[in-house]
């Protein structure tokens, strides 16, 4: 975890088709206060998106997710309830964590048999 984080916002994602929308515009809301650079503010947007629909698509229950501020930028956490599938499932089936790897500044994922976290940072 990154030294001196200090979090701006959670908000939970219901399961829901508008899940990945809802998550990716409270995360730009909040983004808002710290940065106008549009193109920051439209990593985090796709970033946002990969990593809910990873969580709608493979875990259960809501969708948490957490913004925070570190001395290096915009970090994002995104935590579902479970695994609905097969751990080996929740790699890279499609291009969702690529264009995390991509984007990111840094990122990280931790798998347990009840929840999984998907964590990106963003430098402003």
Known sequence: MTALMEILGKHT???AASAVRDGRRE???IAEVFTADTDVLYDL???TSEAVTNAYL???GGIDVTVSRTIRGIRVEVRDHGCEHDQADRRDNGRGLTAIR???TRWGMEMGPHETRLWFEVAL
């Open 45 to 47: 947007g796709v970033l």
């Open 58 to 60: 493979h875990g259960t």
């Open 102 to 104: 991509v984007l990111s």
């Open 13 to 15: 994602v219901p399961r």
């Open 27 to 29: 995360v730009q809301r």
